[in-house]
């Protein structure tokens, strides 16, 4: 069961949460071992939440998690009105599964998370910005576990349900904590840095990530920069002062670490070339020298921000290097694999229009003896930019060096046509309606030697193409 002082235990929070409604057992007799909001990983000693989704309603598996063995499950008044009479009553008290109701579930989750980051005096590295935000987590992870116990966010928990469910794993074991938080809409950094209380701000960049639903990259800057905003000024803040909006952040009377190209910041990097993957090296500080494992000019800006909290939590230059020319990249961001001869750039976790011409751009530059080839989805969450920003990126890819071209989706289709407007016979390019036809044009032009490029929003799946190509 998980375990609590006296001063700090479950019942302390549950008797003075404000959203409580009732519980039907005393809060002092409710323990749990973990918490879990999906019904199908409900082990025996478990803490159920149901949360209500787009798509499924998890109050619709609160019985379900209850005969699987769960201490408790919070559930809604609102629902609980309407389907008390489908739980069991147990004759023996001392042995029935107490039923939580609360007015929101999705706010217990949260208040819990962020009730049980307060009991532990760790440091926590805050990190948001428009790209880049999971690879400069996953750097700086590496890098401080050069020297501490590093609890860091996994895969995409960094929005309003993922950053409670990770601060629920803080324990007395961690050095620091490195913790991603995301947003689409107004407020919601605001909202997650008060719930992880950070006490260190990093902001990758400011880009057009979810424009669709700020309206401008001034709203995107006001929301990110909220991160900031929520540290002390004695706490650090980590400025990338190459970003066109947040060289104007206001520093005064704050605790600043500057990152750029510029000798006048505190932590800077003069490029020094790239390897034959397109992997970039430079030089720390203008005496480190260090050779990422991953491809893209502009991921010397992540590892400059990863080199800033090293130094700023102790590392040595040398420890700093150590961990930035060990870290590989996974989970489909810039994830370089080789088969047959082929370089499969596979950068299809998530895209925007700054990560995709950043792609674009890294393909073009790479040294390749075969054929540049992109297969690209659509950038979702764009609203009424979509089309604008579809068919600049088409305009872009035909002045690069890119040779073949495979779309895929409804927007998508505006890159297509723009390069084809602008490239004419010089490009190949296809629209496709499907992944397996565009892996069906793939075995018709692949060969050794060829670079192909993956990329598109999340929603688009566009990894799924390797499943149709016969390497």
Not at 93 to 119: C, E, K, N, Y
Not at 276 to 295: H, S, V, Y
Request: aromatic share 8%.
């Amino acid at each position: 069961m998980r375990k609590f002082s006296e001063n700090n235990s479950f019942a302390n929070f549950l008797n003075g949460y404000p959203g409580l409604v009732s519980c039907d057992a005393p809060a002092e007799e409710i323990n749990y071992c973990q918490l879990s909001i999906d019904s199908r990983t409900i082990t025996p000693g478990a803490l159920y939440v149901s949360l209500r989704g787009e798509n499924h309603d998890g109050h619709d598996f609160a019985l379900s998690a209850l005969e699987k063995g769960a201490s408790a499950v919070v559930v809604e008044d609102g629902w609980w009105a309407l389907h008390r009479t489908e739980y069991p009553v147990f004759a023996d008290h001392s042995t029935r599964m107490p039923v939580i109701i609360v007015h929101d579930s999705l706010d217990f989750l949260q208040q819990l998370g962020a009730w049980h980051r307060r009991q532990f005096d760790v440091p926590v590295i805050g990190i948001t910005g428009s790209n880049g935000k999971t690879t400069t987590r996953e750097m700086i992870a590496t890098v401080l576990e050069q020297r501490y116990t590093v609890f860091r966010s996994s895969g995409n928990k960094n929005n309003h349900i993922g950053l409670p469910l990770m601060l629920l794993q803080l324990d007395d074991n961690i050095d620091v904590a490195v913790l991603e938080l995301g947003t689409n809409h107004p407020g919601e950094i605001a909202l997650l840095a008060n719930l992880a209380k950070p006490t260190a701000a990093v902001i990758t960049n400011i880009g057009k990530g979810h424009i669709g639903f700020f309206g401008t990259e001034a709203a995107v800057y006001h929301e990110k920069t909220a991160l900031f905003d929520a540290v002390s000024a004695k706490q650090p803040i980590f400025v990338n002062v190459e970003d066109k909006y947040l060289k104007n952040y206001p520093l005064n009377g704050r605790n600043v670490v500057t990152v750029g190209w510029d000798k006048s910041c505190k932590i800077w990097a003069t490029p020094d070339g790239q390897d034959k993957l397109g992997c970039p090296r430079f030089l720390l500080n203008g005496k480190q020298a260090i050779q990422l494992k991953i491809p893209g000019q502009h991921n010397i800006m992540n590892a400059l921000m990863a080199a800033a909290i090293g130094f700023e939590w102790g590392l040595t230059d040398q420890e700093i290097a150590d961990a930035l020319q060990s870290f590989v990249p996974t989970n489909q961001r810039m994830q370089l694999i080789e088969k047959n001869g082929i370089l499969i750039i596979n950068d299809a976790y998530n895209a925007n229009p700054n990560s995709m011409h950043a792609a674009i751009r890294y393909l073009s530059d790479l040294p390749c003896d075969g054929k540049r080839i992109a297969v690209l989805g659509d950038m979702l969450e764009l609203g009424e930019f979509s089309d604008s920003e579809h068919a600049q990126l088409g305009k872009m890819i035909a002045q690069t060096h890119v040779d073949i071209l495979f779309t895929y989706g409804t927007a998508a289709r505006l890159i297509h046509d723009s390069a084809v407007e602008i490239a004419g016979d010089s490009i190949i390019a296809k629209w496709c309606e499907s992944h397996e036809e565009i892996g069906r044009e793939l075995n018709q032009v692949l060969s050794t030697g060829d670079a192909l490029l993956l990329k598109g929003s999340r929603g688009m799946r566009i990894e799924a193409v390797l499943n149709y190509i016969k390497f």
